[in-house]
T-cell receptor
Framework: EPEVTQTPSHQVTQMGQEVILRCVPI?????FYWYRQILGQKVEFLVS????????KSEIFDDQFSVERPDGSNFTLKIRSTKLEDSAMYFC??????????????FGPGTRLTVL | AQSVTQLDSHVSVSEGTPVLLRCNYS??????LFWYVQHPNKGLQLLLK??????LVKGINGFEAEFKKSETSFHLTKPSAHMSDAAEYFC??????????????FGKGTHLIIQP
């Protein structure tokens, strides 16, 4: 069964450094998402991406964040200058486009980002 | 705007007894509703979803949920708990009724504990 994959599983970085989190969505999916889950808190939507551009972003997704689909398979989240409060589990998700928007988002296993 | 309230942060049941995880939602449109499960150090797995078809939805591992519009509820149930059900459960709503790319809105989660 196809699944969303994410690398690395755990990333440790120093405050102020740039990090890139990578995701490979399911191959025939057209919508892509990033979410984050700060330890002990709920999962929060960051951004959605369709047709090579951002479709929607939350207020969390400020200028420090960017997303890119550099080739036909990868979907990346870049944090330019990490802060302590960026420490979280980051989930990638994808979904196939289905008429009426009722299809499911499939999640990857997550990348745990630790900012020191 | 959409929101989800999971009424219990923790639920503890004995193995073999019924499980009830409560969820209420608010949505401006006809919502899609989901339950995801997260086992320790794992990603988010879809248990079941409601997308305006049958109001009683059956999912994996014996779980089911009933959509009650009058009560704005989508409670998750299972007749007999198993030790492997111990996990975090998230009720999720999507207002994406028109095929848009809206992100999902998560509840805060319910931690299910199974007593032997």
């Amino acid at each position: 069964e196809p699944e969303v994959t994410q690398t690395p599983s755990h990333q440790v970085t120093q405050m102020g450094q740039e990090v890139i989190l990578r995701c490979v969505p399911i191959s025939n999916h057209l919508y892509f998402y990033w979410y984050r889950q700060i330890l002990g808190q709920k999962v929060e939507f960051l951004v959605s991406f369709y047709n090579n551009e951002i479709s929607e972003k939350s207020e969390i997704f400020d200028d420090q964040f960017s997303v890119e689909r550099p080739d036909g398979s990868n979907f990346t989240l870049k944090i330019r200058s990490t802060k302590l409060e960026d420490s979280a589990m980051y989930f990638c998700a994808s979904r196939r486009e289905l008429a009426g928007g009722k299809d499911t988002q499939y999640f990857g296993p997550g990348t745990r980002l630790t900012v020191l | 705007a959409q929101s989800v309230t999971q009424l219990d942060s923790h639920v503890s049941v004995s193995e073999g007894t019924p499980v009830l995880l409560r969820c209420n939602y608010s949505s401006s449109y006809s919502p899609s509703l989901f339950w995801y499960v997260q086992h320790p150090n794992k990603g988010l797995q879809l248990l079941l979803k409601y997308t305006s078809a049958a109001t009683l939805v059956k999912g994996i591992n014996g779980f089911e949920a009933e959509f009650k519009k009058s009560e704005t509820s989508f409670h998750l149930t299972k007749p007999s708990a198993h030790m492997s059900d111990a996990a975090e459960y998230f009720c999720v709503v999507s207002d994406s009724s028109g095929g848009g790319a809206d992100g999902l809105t998560f509840g805060k989660g319910t931690h299910l504990i199974i007593q032997p």
